[in-house]
């Protein structure tokens, strides 16, 4: 028998999230908890879709790291300036 998770605090029962897709990948914002969920989207069996959590990144725990801020602001700058860069040929 498959072994259930216990979750102390569901937030994503407790407030509608913002959801963007790209690709068959998924960013979920759960502003108030301040979760900001990764995943995978796909489609089940009977054609429903379904959103896979990969990863969860908490605001709190982000921000009380004197580097991590600071990186991911960076990094999303890199690659954004690196996609910019190939121009509309690709």
């Given amino acids: 028998m498959a072994k259930q998770k216990v ?7 407790e407030e509608k999230a ?3 897709e790209f690709g068959n990948s998924f960013i ?3 502003d108030r908890a301040g979760k900001l969920q990764f995943g995978v989207k796909y489609r089940n ?3 429903e879709d379904v959103y896979q959590v990969k990863f969860v990144l908490d605001r709190k725990e982000l921000f009380s790291s004197d580097e ?3 990186y991911l602001r960076q990094l999303i700058s890199d690659w954004e300036e690196m996609i910019e860069g190939r121009g509309d040929d690709d």
Avoid: F
């Fill in 68 to 70: 991590a801020p600071s």
């Fill in 45 to 47: 069996k009977a054609g």
């Fill in 7 to 13: 979750y102390a605090n569901k937030y994503w029962e």
């Fill in 18 to 20: 913002e959801t963007i």
């Fill in 28 to 30: 979920r914002c759960y």
